[in-house]
Nanobody, 125 residues
């Protein structure tokens, strides 16, 4: 059974940093498509960052240059380093994973097979 567990969320002031982790069990992260999504109240879930099976990353324009996605295949863990946080980054953040590599539009939540329960990030001005 695949399980994704996020951690690392919290409350920070604008300009601060947080590092999210997503620990996977029953799943091998190597060569797999994994991503981070977020959902603010009253808004649709949006793709924030993805790491392709090749290890290459891609980011939403809103976080480019501030967030960094990475993966440790030895620990089966996905990370999201978030720097220069803004109040508009406030949301529930979710880890997502596919059975295999990325196909189609990585920003679409329907592309992913497994989801974590989410971790809250709150950025105050």
């Amino acid at each position: 059974q695949v399980r994704l567990v996020e951690s690392g969320g919290g409350s920070v002031q604008a300009g601060g940093s947080l590092r999210l982790s997503c620990a996977a069990s029953g799943y091998t992260t190597s060569r797999k498509c994994m991503g981070w999504f977020r959902q603010a109240p009253g808004k649709e879930r949006e793709g924030v960052a993805v790491i392709f099976g090749t290890g290459d990353p891609s980011y939403a324009d809103s976080v480019k240059g501030r967030f960094t996605i990475s993966k440790d295949n030895q620990r089966n863990t996905l990370y999201l380093q978030m720097d220069s946080l803004k109040p508009e980054d406030t949301a529930m953040y979710y880890c997502a994973a596919r059975f295999a590599g990325c196909y189609g539009d990585w920003r679409r939540s329907s592309e992913y097979n497994f989801w974590g329960q989410g971790t809250q990030v709150t950025v105050s001005s």
